[in-house]
C-alpha cells in the first residue's frame, strides 16, 4: 500500500490530540508510554543485581560519579538504627576512587555519624567487579562495637548502585542484601546526596521505588530520614576518631530488622 498522505497524517494526530484532550478533561490519568511496572521481589533470596539496576546505571556511571562528600538523606539500615538508638543524624559518606597494588579499584569511604550527639566514623572498602555498579563491601580495620574485629573483618558484603544521578547535584541510590538458608536476614538502602533539599529526596525515594525497593522500605522499621541541621554542635572530631562505641543499647537492639 502507499504511504499516507501529509493531510491523513496530520488528521490522524489531531485526533489523536483531541482524544488525549477529552481523557484529560474527564479525569482520566494518561501514562507515558515507557511506563513499566517495577520488580518484585521477596523474602527468600536477594536480587541480583541486574535486577535492581535502573537500565541506564551499567551503560553511563563513571568513576567521578562516585567521588565526592555525599549526605545520607534517608536509610532502611539496622545496622545505623537501632545500633545507634539516639535517633542517627548528621550521616555523611566520603568517597574516593582509588587501586590497590595489584591493579583491583576500589572506592574508599568514610562514613560519620553524630550519634547521641557525638561524632562516629567507620572506614569501608568497596572493591569494583567486572560488573558496573556491582561493588563488594568490607571493612579493612572494623570497630564495629562488641563485635569480634576476626569476625566482622571476614565479612564480604554485596553493594549495588541502584540508580543515581550525576553532576554537582547527583546522588547514589545503594542497596545491601545478605541472605541465609533461604530467608533474607538483611537489607540496607542508603540515599547517598550530595545535596539536603527535599526535592532531591522525592526524586530518589520515586527512583527506588521504581526500582521496586519499597517491598524492602516500606517494612520492618521503615525509611528512616536523616537530620543534617545543627551538625556544628556535635561533641568529638567529625571524622577519623577511631571510635565507633555506639552504645550497648543500640547493640542489643539490633537484630532481624529486616
Known amino acids: 500500500p502507499s504511504p499516507p498522505s501529509f493531510r491523513t ?14 481523557s484529560s478533561a474527564a479525569g482520566a490519568p494518561v501514562a507515558p508510554a515507557e511506563a513499566v511496572p517495577p520488580p518484585q521481589f521477596n523474602d527468600t533470596s536477594c536480587p541480583a543485581f541486574w535486577e535492581l539496576q535502573a537500565p541506564h546505571v551499567a551503560g553511563q556511571l563513571r568513576d567521578d ?4 562528600l555525599f549526605y545520607e538523606l534517608a536509610f532502611h539500615d539496622y545496622t545505623q538504627y537501632p545500633l545507634c538508638p539516639f535517633n542517627p543524624r548528621c ?6 576512587v582509588g587501586a590497590h597494588p595489584d591493579g583491583v579499584r576500589f572506592i574508599n569511604d568514610t562514613w560519620t555519624v553524630v550519634c547521641d550527639d557525638h561524632w562516629y566514623t567507620e572506614e569501608l572498602l568497596f572493591n569494583f567487579t567486572t560488573d558496573v555498579g556491582s561493588l563488594v563491601g568490607y571493612w579493612p580495620h572494623p570497630r564495629i562495637p562488641f563485635v569480634p574485629k576476626r569476625l566482622v573483618g571476614g565479612i564480604r558484603f554485596p553493594d549495588t548502585v541502584v540508580d543515581y ?4 547535584n547527583g546522588w547514589l541510590l545503594e542497596m545491601q542484601c545478605i541472605a541465609v538458608h533461604g530467608r533474607v536476614v538483611y537489607v540496607g538502602i542508603n540515599f547517598y546526596s550530595k545535596v539536603t533539599d ?3 529526596f522525592r526524586e530518589m525515594e520515586a527512583a527506588a521505588r521504581a526500582r521496586g525497593l519499597g517491598f524492602y522500605m516500606d517494612r520492618g522499621l521503615g525509611l528512616r530520614r536523616v537530620d543534617h541541621s545543627n551538625c556544628s554542635a556535635a561533641r568529638g572530631p567529625h571524622a577519623g576518631s577511631g571510635s565507633s562505641d555506639l552504645g550497648l543499647n543500640g547493640a542489643k537492639h539490633a537484630r532481624f530488622f529486616v
Open 9 to 22: 497524517t496530520a488528521a490522524l494526530a489531531a485526533a489523536a490530540a483531541i482524544v488525549q484532550r477529552l
Open 65 to 68: 560519579d562516585y567521588n565526592g
Open 91 to 96: 550521616i555523611t559518606s566520603s568517597k574516593q
Open 165 to 168: 544521578k550525576p553532576g554537582p
Open 198 to 200: 527535599e526535592g532531591t
